[in-house]
């Protein structure tokens, strides 16, 4: 079997766990002011993929 290749563009997005994937949230870039301290602050931690996209993004990172 030949290897297989990463998606480059899903190792840059997420990073295996022991627990599932993680990912940064979206939403973060630009137009804050209008967004309120209390969901900027929720936005900067790592959230974990849903469970029904987990084995997508396996695929895409094989040896991540």
Do not use: E
């Amino acid at each position: 079997m030949p290897k297989l290749k990463t998606n480059r563009g899903a190792a840059k997005r997420f990073k295996r766990t022991a627990s599932g994937i993680k990912c940064n949230a979206s939403h973060r870039r630009h137009i804050l002011t209008k967004k309120s301290t209390k969901r900027k602050r929720q936005l900067r931690s790592p959230q974990r993929i849903h469970k029904s996209d987990v084995r997508m993004a396996l695929r895409m990172i094989p040896y991540c």
